[in-house]
């Protein structure tokens, strides 16, 4: 039967694992990081099971169509994602909502910045910029711990390192990273540190 044999699936399982790499690979360590774990173990678990115990029926057809599912939904959430990213409504529209957005926090209208920096990162959770602007509107809202994940996300997202500095120093100051972080991260001192990303 061509569903369970083991040339497709090998297939499968390696498109799976390319939608992970390309998650891990990007910044988005939990998703893909729990893609490939997951996929790795319902592989292994079917391999056992059909190749070493001699598994028929339920016991191989469930390991193995739920690895069949979990790499086909990585691949196509992945092509999903990034065609969002690139061809929807919101991705078209990103400079002059992210313009609103910081006006509208400029403003102290933290509620519709909120909304503006959110729907930003829903659309292209790669963008390290709203995730920043995000983290602020939390920070400003009194939502600490929010803040710090989002300035996280943003870190993890920041793949040129664009604002390595920034998120550092914001990092510091919602609490989460001490001077002694800073200094190991940058090799200088966490005041210049902070001076050199409050000076960009």
Same mark, same amino acid.
């Given at each position: 039967? @061509? ?21 891990? +690979? $990007? ?19 079917? &391999? ?30 992945? !092509?999903?994602?990034?065609?969002? #990213?690139?061809?929807?409504? =919101?991705?078209?529209?990103?400079? +002059? ?9 400029? %403003?102290?209208?933290?509620? $519709?910045?909120? $909304? ?21 509107? !939390?920070? *400003? &809202?009194?939502?600490?711990? #929010?803040?710090? %994940? !989002?300035?996280?996300?943003? #870190? ?14 914001? &990092? ?7 001077? *002694?972080? @800073? =200094? =190991? =991260?940058?090799? *200088? ?5 902070? $001076? ?5």
């Amino acid at each position: 039967m @061509i569903v369970d044999s083991f040339a497709p699936n090998l297939v499968v399982f390696l498109a799976g694992q390319v939608a992970a790499w390309w998650n891990l +690979r $990007t910044g988005r360590l939990f998703v893909g990081g729990v893609t490939s774990v997951l996929l790795w173990l319902l592989a292994d678990w079917w &391999l056992l099971q059909r190749y070493v115990f001699g598994g028929q029926g339920v016991a191989a057809s469930v390991p193995l169509l739920s690895m069949q599912f979990l790499a086909l939904f990585a691949v196509v959430a992945q !092509c999903a994602a990034q065609w969002r #990213r690139r061809r929807s409504a =919101t991705s078209r529209q990103r400079s +002059r909502l992210f313009g609103d957005g910081l006006v509208a926090f400029m %403003r102290s209208d933290h509620a $519709t910045a909120f $909304t503006t920096f959110r729907r930003l990162v829903r659309n292209d959770p790669w963008d390290a910029a709203s995730w920043l602007a995000l983290g602020d509107v !939390c920070a *400003e &809202l009194g939502q600490a711990g #929010r803040a710090r %994940r !989002c300035y996280r996300r943003a #870190r993890g997202v920041d793949l040129g390192k664009d604002y390595r500095d920034l998120l550092l120093l914001r &990092l510091a100051v919602a609490g989460k990273a001490s001077a *002694e972080a @800073i =200094t =190991t =991260t940058t090799g *200088e001192p966490a005041g210049s540190a902070a $001076t050199a990303a409050v000076s960009r």
